[in-house]
């Protein structure tokens, strides 16, 4: 059978290699070429899904090396490409694999954490979907406990005279003087059954009340003792060929049919209790089989992994001590970009089209130092520039997380109306770019400690203010920063 598109259609199927490079501009300021790069990458991949099936597995991803200072935009760029198509997306540092034999992760969980994340992400979604479903059954549970059916009318049917099965063709022949006992009397019976449907009647219109009176949010501080299910969920401890690996395995599905499921009786709100039963039959209502299903599809045609601090783990066995076995991980990871199959506690995953942006800032290696075969597995470089003052300035106000906006939201919550001016933020931009250039280049972090640095005052002070408005000008900046300003060694400061 042919199969053109998988099934669930990611975004980047409608998104032009231009739109997704505007999209990024939202929160990333300059790199356009990275952005051009896995923009066109991203839309390879859709393009790719489109083919026959003969066609899909011929077309390989194309990987991407950034190269680049930290603090750049690097992780940034891959962590917004995915956010925005929406795709199962993991980062992980190359430099905590180690070879084959050495004690430290297999690299083979890279992907089996990806699955995980798939996995969540799609039950989620499910949990959306089975939302208005669960809710009613929370709703019924907890009026349950709040108001539990007597146990006089459990258990009983709605109509006994059906129990009354009496056949009029039978002739008893009775003499009318004759005191004989019947083994049941009627009329009594029928009775207590117009009695119980009463009942039965009241305790319906009580609960009706009672559920306008739950929705209305009338209990959410009354306590409620309910039967939840066990959660633990032991981890062990498994040797495998790859090394020590952590699996969550779950002893209760493996022996369901050996040991009766767990529960545990607690006394909580009702609005905690509503949490709780909506999760359990959010579960209930959700096809697991077809979560996984679609998970695993994910990961295999829109996973992306970005494999940070590439440049740690380029080098020859020429060397000794603890780069020996920089070599080993290289190859380790060299079949997992390839395109292999890997065992995870879902199923098996095919990496084949799992795209893999890697990254580092190659100060003292450069790409070509990577074995041959994996540099063959990434075919497009490209340089990330360092930042200016320019750069900084447009970062502190353009993006929708900027950090002016950030500071001033926070200081909002404390009833205080704060205005950073122009040339304060000129004065920002311009120290962090010396700090850069006279310390150590982290790029766009050392926004985030000079911010810090400046509003740490204001912000222990805040909740004492009298005055509720505040200026944030060049002079503030330098009276607040004055020792950073005059002090020419200006590695002393943590900054």
Known sequence: MEKKTVENKSLADSLTPRQIVEELDKYIIGQFEAKRSVAIALRNRARRQMLADDMQDEVAPKNIIMIGSTGVGKTEIARRLARLVDAPFIKVEASKYTEIGYVGRDVESMIRDLTEISVSRVKAEQTVVVEEKALEST?????????????????????????????????????????????????????????????????????????????????????????????????????????????????????SNILPNQTKKRRVKVSEARQILMQEEAEKLIDMDAVISDAIERVENTGIVFLDEIDKIAGRESRQGPDVSREGVQRDILPIIEGSTIATKYGSVRTHHVLFIAAGAFHVSNPSDLIPELQGRFPIRVELKSLNKSDFKSILTEPKNALVKQYTALLKTEGIKAKITDDAIDEIASLAFQVNESVEDIGARRLHTIMEKLFENLFFDAPDLEKKSVTVDADYVLGELAEIVKDQDLSRYIL
């Open 139 to 255: 709703e019924e549970r907890l009026l349950d406990c709040l108001f539990p059916m007597p146990r006089a009318l459990k258990n009983q049917p709605t109509d006994n005279t059906d129990d009354f099965d009496i056949d009029e063709d039978i002739d008893l022949d009775i003499d009318e003087d004759e005191d004989i006992e019947l083994p049941f009397d009627i009329e009594v019976n029928v009775k207590q059954n117009e009695a119980l449907e009463e009942q039965r009647e009241r305790h319906k219109k009580t609960r009706e009340k009672l559920r306008k009176r739950l929705k209305d949010g009338e209990f959410e501080d009354n306590e409620v003792e309910i039967n939840m299910k066990s959660r633990s969920m032991p981890f062990v401890e498994i040797f495998s060929p790859g090394g020590i690996e952590e699996m969550d395995i779950n002893f209760k599905d493996m022996f």
